[in-house]
Nanobody, 130 residues
């Protein structure tokens, strides 16, 4: 069993930055794929990005088009934590952000869907003011 706890959300002005953290406990999850999703009021949950282990100390990150070039992902396996660095934030980024994890890391899986993930955090609110 893996427990995930997000942190780092808050209120920021447009153009600003935030770094979300997703800390895992329960087991080492350096090989787990971790995804980020968000849900704005009245909207469906949407995929933001994921970071997947590709062997050794190498990871591959992929992002939805609407955040590409603005968001990056990284992980610190010594802290069992994955980060989502969000830059150039816009009001449309306002949402509750969730991290999720799965022990899968194969290239064939689709990590852009909620159903790919077995473990979820409670979410952290990001609000971007104009």
């Amino acid at each position: 069993q893996v427990q995930l706890v997000e942190s780092g959300g808050g209120l920021v002005q447009a153009g600003g930055s935030l770094r979300l953290s997703c800390a895992a406990s329960g087991r080492t999850f350096s090989s787990y794929t971790v995804g980020w999703f968000r849900q704005a009021p009245g909207k469906v949950r949407e995929f933001v990005g994921d970071i997947r282990w590709t062997g050794g100390n190498t990871y591959f990150a992929d992002f939805a088009d609407f955040v590409k070039g603005r968001f990056t992902a990284s992980r610190d396996n010594t802290k069992n934590t994955v980060y989502l660095q969000m830059n150039a934030l816009i009001p449309e980024d306002t949402a509750l952000y969730y991290c999720a994890a799965t022990p899968r890391f194969d290239r064939a899986s689709d990590y852009t869907t909620s159903g790919a993930y077995a473990y979820w955090g409670q979410g952290t609110q990001v609000t971007v003011s104009s």
